[in-house]
């Protein structure tokens, strides 16, 4: 089984699953209906409960798509969002994102510094021993102070990038942990780097799950300057 492939579209791939089980609970459900109508008790009950159980197994199918939504393989060091930074005002900057998708999103933060967080899963036996890779995603994006009485005391921007909806695969996880008996750890990772006006940097994700943020030559030149 090519997990690499199959983990490019997890949530298409669980919503054709979901789709597929629907259409057999369809099939046992007309089944079930003759059987009734030609008073074959026996064999209409066991169609129903075939129904329900492929139902149930649609609807956990659907629910687990659902939730990996925004999800993206980790098979080795991969781009996780390309940063773009513009100063406004002393500690103040406007952020350009840039995912690997080419959609991007204009955020503004305070601060000296921007860190960004992801979300990382990792899975048991047998899927790990099948080859699946972890999976990852984007959480937040914050403006960090090197003061630390600054981070206590000053505005604070946070810019949260969880599913509109607020459910995903960490809320299923949390909620109902036993239907995700092959997710060993979901943890966190994060990088920090100061801001410079006009800079570039690129934060990947390597496949132990730790996020690196790097400048590109000209922001690290300036980030060189401001520390003399």
Known sequence: MNWEHLLALPATLLFVVAAALLLLALAAAAGGRRHWRGRRRLRASLALVLTLAWLVLALGSFTLGWSLRGYRKLVAEVP????????????????????????????????????VEAIVLKWKLPALLAGAPPVYRLDRIDGRYDDARQEQEAPRTVIDFAPASGFDLLTLRKDLPGWLPEVDAVFGSGAFLPLVDRGHYEVTMMRTGALVARPDDATAQRMRELLR
């Open 80 to 115: 996780v969002v390309a940063i773009d930074a513009r100063i406004l005002s002393p500690q103040r900057w406007s952020l350009t994102l840039t995912w690997p998708d080419g959609s991007s999103r204009v955020v503004d933060v305070a601060g000296d510094a921007f860190r």
